[in-house]
């Protein structure tokens, strides 16, 4: 009788050893599912809240690119692009900021087309916005969902920037690029290399420089070789990105895209 006892405990034992895998499963995929629910209605939630916000404050994102620059940033995480009129059919719609960037993008071309004579094709988005402020350059938020028809001539680096972003989708050859502490607008297709890049860095950062330097400042910064500096500034004089001045005293390459900014600078601590 013991061992007919013993037979019936350890089958018992090994139907719970396979049950328990299905009873694990099945835990995970109701804490899964209801962790899912948990997330979509936050997010919901977060959406309703983020759209009350737009209505009570969309005039200030229109007219205020410091609190408009906030608010994009705040959408991000819950995926709303409100440069996209449709999407949501709310945000884009209330606020007409896609309108506002799409205008913007074209006005941003206009002056990087108009300047290239001068740069080369590329140019500080600081020199971008100074040109468009000084030109008064009025900006019109259309609201699809309210009618209302906001203009303001209030546009940030943040908003060239993004800006730029919007034609670089289009394949247009437009990209930024860091150079130093500026933010630099490229509006042609040829690609810079690092050395190219890297000589300009070092002609924003010398001091007293006004954005040039010689060949002397990029060894002194770089220890490279006279060769490899002429082979990068042969190609930025060709595309007319540098302009070189020969004196008594040696050559200085300018740069275009750089001086003006250095000079604003001088100019704001004077």
């Not at 948990?38 to 205020?64: C, G, M, P, W, Y």
């Not at 001068?118 to 020199?127: D, L």
């Not at 004196?247 to 100019?267: D, H, M, T």
């Amino acid at each position: 009788m013991a061992m007919r006892r013993g037979r019936r405990g350890v089958g018992a034992a090994a139907a719970l050893q396979r049950k328990r895998p299905n009873i694990y499963e099945a835990k995970g995929a109701e804490l899964e599912s209801e962790t899912l629910s948990t997330a979509i209605e936050t997010v919901s939630n977060l959406e309703r809240e983020l759209l009350s916000f737009t209505k009570k404050h969309s005039k200030k994102i229109q007219t205020d690119a410091t609190f408009r620059a906030e608010f994009l940033k705040m959408c991000g995480p819950l995926g709303i692009d409100p440069l996209v009129s449709s999407q949501k059919g709310l945000f884009g719609g209330l606020l007409g900021i896609g309108q506002f960037y799409n205008e913007l993008s074209i006005k941003v071309a206009e002056v990087c087309m108009a300047s290239r004579t001068r740069n080369g094709g590329i140019i500080s988005v600081s020199e971008v916005k100074a040109i468009l402020s000084k030109r008064g350059t009025k900006f019109n938020f259309n609201t699809e969902k309210t009618g209302n028809n906001v203009s303001s001539t209030n546009c940030s680096e943040d908003d060239i920037a993004r800006a730029v972003g919007k034609l670089a989708k289009l394949g247009s050859g437009f990209r930024l690029k860091e150079v130093g502490k500026s933010m630099m607008i490229i509006s042609v297709p040829m690609e810079l290399s690092q050395d190219h890049m890297e000589v300009m860095e070092i002609a924003s950062t010398c001091e007293g420089s006004f954005g040039s330097l010689t060949v002397d400042d990029v060894i002194r910064a770089t220890k490279w070789d006279r060769s490899r500096i002429t082979r990068a500034m042969d190609l930025l004089l060709e595309e007319g990105m540098a302009w070189i001045d020969v004196s008594n005293s040696g050559e200085r390459y300018w740069f275009p895209s750089l001086w003006k900014e250095a000079l604003a600078l001088v100019e704001g601590k004077m």
